[in-house]
T-cell receptor, first 113, second 118 residues
Framework: ETGVTQSPTHLIKTRGQQVTLRCSSQ?????VSWYQQALGQGPQFIFQ???????GRGNFPPRFSGLQFPNYSSELNVNALELDDSALYLC????????????FGQGTRLTVV | AQKITQTQPGMFVQEKEAVTLDCTYD???????LFWYKQPSSGEMIFLIY??????QNATEGRYSLNFQKARKSANLVISASQLGDSAMYFC???????????????FGQGTTLQVKP
């Protein structure tokens, strides 16, 4: 039990639609990262938020965006969904100070049809 | 460029035996962190063990140990006394040392599927 929860666990969307995935981090974890994991692959870093501001981004287009809220929750938004966006989306949080590991949620499996 | 390579797509091990999962990394930075995560079929990434680049001793956490060979840029995971519950996907990852001090970006390898046989 990592204390990081994601919702929903599974989701099916149609190409061209928009989707919002949610993550609730542990209290005190003010850094949250989002990863995309295609089937059979390792997770790929999408972006990171620290104190409600984006402070790192991977090689993902602008239609991937995020928000972080003061209550340690965050969102990943994807616009204009494409078939290749089908993947497991993982949220990871860590405290600003102390600790080295990131704590992951169980992920949201998104299927785009 | 930072890169993690795991060359074993799948591994089998007999219950109660030890197994080594290979990981090599590529970085030009002197300060970095290496991680191993376990991912069961449920999807959640479970942290196993961490090794800092300046740590002189190999990290150990219960049945997990990390065989860190800095000159060879390898960070192999050793699982002793394998259990059926160890069957899962295992990922080696490196924290990207570039960027701000708060950057927690992890670079993952392709993963190794471990199956423990009874």
């Amino acid at each position: 039990e990592t204390g990081v929860t994601q919702s929903p666990t599974h989701l099916i969307k149609t190409r061209g639609q928009q989707v919002t995935l949610r993550c609730s981090s542990q209290s005190g974890h003010n850094t949250v990262s989002w990863y995309q994991q295609a089937l059979g692959q390792g997770p790929q870093f999408i972006f990171q938020y620290y104190r409600e501001e984006e402070n790192g981004r991977g090689n993902f287009p602008p239609r991937f965006s995020g928000l972080q809220f003061p209550n340690y929750s965050s969102e990943l938004n994807v616009n204009a969904l494409e078939l290749d966006d089908s993947a497991l989306y993982l949220c990871a949080s860590r405290p600003n100070r102390g600790g080295t590991e990131a704590f992951f949620g169980q992920g949201t499996r998104l299927t785009v049809v | 460029a930072q890169k993690i390579t795991q060359t074993q797509p799948g591994m089998f091990v007999q219950e109660k035996e030890a197994v080594t999962l290979d990981c090599t990394y590529d970085t030009s930075d002197q300060s970095y962190g290496l991680f191993w995560y376990k991912q069961p079929s449920s999807g959640e990434m479970i942290f196993l063990i961490y090794q800092g680049s300046y740590d002189e001793q190999n990290a150990t956490e219960g049945r997990y140990s990390l065989n860190f060979q800095k000159a060879r840029k390898s960070a192999n995971l050793v699982i002793s006394a394998s259990q059926l519950g160890d069957s899962a996907m295992y990922f080696c990852a490196m924290r990207d040392p570039r960027g701000s001090s708060n950057t927690g970006k992890l670079i993952f390898g392709q993963g190794t599927t471990l199956q423990v046989k009874p």
